[in-house]
T-cell receptor, first 116, second 112 residues
Framework: DAGVIQSPRHEVTEMGQEVTLRCKPISGHNSLFWYRQTMMRGLELLIY????????DSGMPEDRFSAKMPNASFSTLKIQPSEPRDSAVYFCASSPGGMDSNYGYTFGSGTRLTVV | DQQVKQNSPSLSVQEGRISILNCDYTNSMFDYFLWYKKYPAEGPTFLISISSIKDKNEDGRFTVFLNKSAKHLSLHIVPSQPGDSAVYFC???????????FGTGTRLKVLA
């Protein structure tokens, strides 16, 4: 099992450009989460998918952020246009549990995004 | 509004001594808690958990204590080792909400 795979590991982009982060969850896990880590707020949940369906996107900062999960093995988080304040580490995590579950998550290694 | 708080951003401990990491929460309905450990350039990894019906859970050198009346959670590491140096996050789960709420993390440095 390769775990949760995120790409790219590092992304440096100019303000105003579109950024796409990618995630491959663990096979068989039916829940997928996108988190953002910052010094001030720690790990913030951006969006949660269950069985490929977005369940809660209330953590998405603004309309510049969007996420998709076209199938059980792939998800993207897109920022368009990007801004310097979006600079952070973005984590994807998956879980075998359903909506009412206390299973822990398996996190990917993260994508460090720097917007200059 | 932080529902899960880790008020100590950093902690330094000598090798072999006890490390105590603290976490406070505001929602008395949380029913499951986890601790994650995070090394630089890696994702957080699960360390230990505790259900709200218990007050202690132990796994080797790691013990988590839950004080529900104080809404306080702590992680004890005994004895501390240099390899324990990492950022530790506590997280709380509320059944029906499908998500864990994480604290801001505490950076532990174990000095050799």
């Amino acid at each position: 099992d390769a775990g949760v795979i995120q790409s790219p590991r590092h992304e440096v982009t100019e303000m105003g450009q579109e950024v796409t982060l990618r995630c491959k969850p663990i096979s068989g896990h039916n829940s997928l989460f996108w988190y953002r880590q910052t010094m001030m707020r720690g790990l913030e949940l951006l969006i949660y998918f269950n069985n490929n369906v977005p369940i809660d996107d209330s953590g998405m900062p603004e309309d510049r952020f969007s996420a998709k999960m076209p199938n059980a093995s792939f998800s993207t988080l897109k920022i368009q246009p990007s801004e310097p304040r979006d600079s952070a580490v973005y984590f994807c995590a998956s879980s075998p549990g359903g909506m009412d579950s206390n299973y822990g998550y398996t996190f990917g290694s993260g994508t460090r995004l720097t917007v200059v | 509004d932080q529902q899960v708080k880790q008020n100590s951003p950093s902690l330094s401990v000598q090798e072999g001594r006890i490390s105590i990491l603290n976490c406070d929460y505001t929602n008395s309905m949380f029913d499951y808690f986890l601790w994650y450990k995070k090394y630089p350039a890696e994702g957080p990894t699960f360390l230990i958990s505790i259900s709200s019906i218990k007050d202690k859970n132990e796994d080797g050198r790691f013990t988590v204590f839950l004080n529900k009346s104080a809404k306080h959670l702590s992680l004890h590491i005994v004895p501390s080792q240099p390899g324990d140096s990492a950022v530790y996050f506590c997280a709380a789960y509320l059944s029906g909400t499908y998500k864990y709420i994480f604290g801001t993390g505490t950076r532990l440095k174990v000095l050799a």
